[in-house]
């Protein structure tokens, strides 16, 4: 279950930041 937490967080940062946070979170 800690997986999916990881994530639906990501999911949500996403769409705070825009997508923006989710791509720079990819290229590290």
Do not use: Y
């Amino acid at each position: 279950m800690a997986e999916k937490t990881v994530l639906e967080d990501k999911i949500l940062v996403c769409k705070d930041c825009g997508n923006k946070f989710i791509w720079t979170q990819g290229e590290q």
